[in-house]
Structure formats: C-alpha cells, structure tokens
C-alpha cells in the first residue's frame, strides 16, 4: 500500500471526524473589552482593581457605606480615620489631664501628709497606741520623702478614675456598641474593686505582717521601725493589692468577650498560682517572706473565688 494520503489509507475522514464541543455563548466568560450585559461597552474600573460600573447616576461613583458590613468585616459606627499625629496628640493631651488631677490629689495630700503619717502608723500595728513602737528617722529627708509618697498614693488614688474615663474617651471611636457596654460596666466596678484591695491591705494584711514582724524578733531583740522603709513597704503593698482586685474583673471581661473559658482556666489552675506566686515574690519580697506569701495567698483565692461563682451561676 502506499504511504500517500492522498491513498486515504490512515488519513481521517473529515466527514466522520468527531465533532468537538462548541463554547456556549451564555458560558462563555466576558472578555476586558466586554460588560456582563453583553454589550460591547467597555468595563470600566475605579483604579483598585474593582471591576465593574460603580456610577450612579450623575456620573459620581458609589461605594459602601464605612458603617455598613462589606465582605464579612463591618467597623464601629463612629470609628474614623486620622492621622497618627493627630492619636498621639489626643493621647498626650488626655495624658495630662490624669497627670494634672493626681497633681492636684498630691499638692492638696502634702498639707495634711503628716497627719496622714501618724493615722496609718497608729493603725498598721496591731496593738494599742500606747504600745505602737515610735518610728525612727535615719536622714534628714526621710520625714519630707515619706510626706511626698504619703501625698503621691493620695494623688494616684484620685487620679484613678479620671485615668479610666480618659481610657474610655479614647478608645470610643473605635469600641463597638457592646464592647462601650463592657468597658462602661467596668469602669465603676474597677474602681470599686481597686477601694476594696487597698480597704483589705490596710486593715487586714498590714496588721498581720507587723504583728508577724513583732513575733519574729520577740525576744531576741527590740525592733526599731524606720520610718522611710517601713512606709515604702506599706505604699507597695496598698498599690499592689489595688491592682491584685482586679482579678475577678479581668476573667469576667474575658470570659464575656470569648477570649477564654471558665472550664479552661480551671484546666490551667496550676499556672496561673505559679504565675500568682512569682508575681508576688517579685513586686512584695521582704525579708521574712511574709508579704509575699500573703499576697499569693490573696490571689489565688481571687481567682479560685471567681470561677467558683461562674461555676455556680452556670457560665462555663
């Protein structure tokens, strides 16, 4: 046989050939130079990349609404954009408000400091006033320095709230309507609870570590009391207590945002007293051990009270 096409020995047959499958022109993607109607009239783009006819009628172009949800991801209703300069200078100018309040607190704390000294010395000391011992001043400054930080927890104590409002203030703009709920509920009860911690300091915790001082030097020698550092060791206790309160706060807020579980934190219980503990060592050490073994102690029956009553109201 010969090789030939012409022969038509393995050539196909055009006639019997199978026919190949013919684009539908309803699938038929539309080209650049299309619109989706079909037309011939080119598409026209906004200059980002969205395709498609964005005018209304006017010729001026229509987009979302900022407040509305585009693709899944909506923004607070009084959320706008400003530059960073513009943020930094709002949080400096809020800034020095809660510094000018709590220099106020401290200027009006300096002239009844003194008075102020004596009523707390009298009072930590588990013992009547005749048996307090006197406190005991080792430099010239030291009565005018325990004024000051006598004045500054005065100061910071008043400074506190208008802190947490200039927070709030802030941060509005960007806080949807139910996060300003959480933080409006908190504000209050933060400051309730930072009240509480330094009431429990004062009338409770600093009591027992003198009266566990006055033990631990019973009998072999007479305990002198300096003024200065005896002060030091009251203001860090009461500030830090102020701050140990907030607990229970923070597991309820995270707990009502989703960021955890009551279930889970009980499930991580042994970290967090290990985290109590060293915090606790770290901020509170004195030399007996027992402020900080006091305020572990305070801590973790905060955080175990807490879960404890999420437990009992059923929020897991």
């Known amino acids: 046989m010969s090789d030939d096409p012409a022969d038509g020995g393995d050539a196909e047959d055009p006639v019997n050939a199978p026919e190949m499958p013919q684009e539908s022109s309803d699938e038929r993607m539309p080209t ?49 954009e400003m530059p960073l300069a513009d943020h930094i200078e709002e949080m400096v100018l809020r800034l020095a408000v809660v510094l000018l309040v709590g220099s106020a607190g401290t200027a009006i704390g300096l002239l009844w400091a003194s008075q102020a000294i004596e009523h707390i010395w009298l009072n930590v000391f588990p013992y009547t006033v005749e048996e307090v011992p006197p406190p005991h001043i080792y430099h010239p400054l030291e009565l005018w320095l325990t004024r000051i930080k006598v004045s500054a927890l005065l100061g910071i104590m008043v400074a506190l709230p208008m802190f947490v409002y200039q927070c709030y203030l802030f941060m509005k703009p960007g806080l949807y309507p139910h996060e300003r709920k959480y933080y409006l509920a908190a504000v209050p009860s933060s400051v309730i609870l930072a009240g509480l911690g330094m009431l429990f300091s004062y009338l409770l915790v600093l009591p027992v570590l003198f009266q566990y001082f006055t033990f631990y030097a019973e009998g072999s020698a007479e305990i002198a009391y300096a003024l200065g550092e005896t002060f030091n060791l ?36 042994l970290y967090f007293w290990a985290a109590f503990a060293g915090l606790s060592f770290m901020f509170t050490m004195d030399p007996t051990m027992m402020a900080p073994i006091l305020v572990a102690i305070t801590m973790i029956l905060l955080f175990e009270g807490t879960l404890l009553i999420l437990k009992w109201v059923g929020r897991e």
């Open 234 to 269: 009251v203001i860090t206790l009461i500030g830090f207590l102020a701050i140990v309160f907030q607990i229970p706060l923070f597991i309820m807020l995270a707990i009502m945002m989703g960021v955890t579980t009551r279930r889970w934190l009980a499930q991580k219980r």
């Open 32 to 80: 650049a130079d299309e619109s989706d109607d079909g037309s011939d009239r080119p598409v026209e783009t906004d200059g980002e990349g969205v395709v498609g006819d964005h005018h209304e009628q006017g010729g001026e172009p229509a987009y979302p609404d900022p407040d509305d949800d585009v693709g899944g991801i909506s923004t607070p209703p009084d959320d706008e």
